[in-house]
């Protein structure tokens, strides 16, 4: 079973355990990217950069599915793209509070919200990103 495959605002353990899964698979990519490309001094130092960034990617996939759910649930309203804004606006806030910056939090609420969002509603609507033109 799949992410799409669960109605928004039920199951919100299972859509953030997928969501999760997704955020540390994704974390862990980029962490072996950033490994190669900056060396660590240590194995130490290259075994903690990789379970930092893990972690923060499966929080951040986390805090998006919980709060997506949640959000439908209490708004009543599971297909709006407005909740997929509000679970990526959360994700950015908790960049923010990890780096200490409002300013990146700011940033990333507005960027991963709407991301979130388009993805939400370009998922109603049948957009696709890649695959053979239809004629």
Same mark, same amino acid.
């Given at each position: 079973?799949?992410?799409?495959?669960?109605?928004?605002?039920?199951?919100?353990? *299972?859509? #953030?355990?997928?969501?999760?899964?997704? @955020? =540390?698979?994704? /974390?862990?990519?980029? +962490?072996?990217?950033?490994? &190669?490309?900056?060396?660590?001094?240590?194995?130490?130092?290259?075994?903690?950069?990789?379970? *930092?960034? #893990?972690?923060?990617?499966?929080?951040? @996939? =986390?805090?998006? /599915?919980?709060?997506? +759910?949640?959000?439908?649930? &209490?708004?009543?309203?599971?297909?709006?793209?407005?909740?997929?804004?509000?679970?990526?606006?959360?994700?950015?806030?908790?960049?923010?509070?990890?780096?200490?910056?409002?300013?990146?939090?700011?940033?990333?609420?507005?960027?991963?919200?709407?991301?979130?969002?388009?993805?939400?509603?370009?998922?109603?609507?049948?957009?696709?990103?890649?695959?053979?033109?239809?004629?």
């Amino acid at each position: 079973m799949g992410y799409w495959d669960i109605e928004d605002g039920s199951d919100c353990f *299972t859509k #953030t355990w997928i969501t999760s899964k997704i @955020g =540390a698979a994704l /974390g862990l990519v980029g +962490c072996a990217y950033h490994i &190669i490309a900056f060396q660590p001094k240590t194995a130490f130092e290259g075994v903690q950069r990789a379970a *930092t960034g #893990t972690l923060v990617m499966a929080s951040l @996939g =986390a805090i998006f /599915g919980m709060t997506t +759910c949640l959000s439908a649930q &209490i708004r009543e309203k599971p297909e709006d793209s407005v909740n997929y804004f509000i679970g990526g606006c959360a994700s950015g806030v908790f960049l923010g509070v990890r780096t200490h910056n409002y300013m990146t939090g700011t940033t990333a609420c507005l960027a991963l919200g709407t991301v979130a969002a388009l993805t939400k509603f370009g998922k109603k609507e049948g957009w696709r990103l890649i695959g053979p033109p239809e004629l």
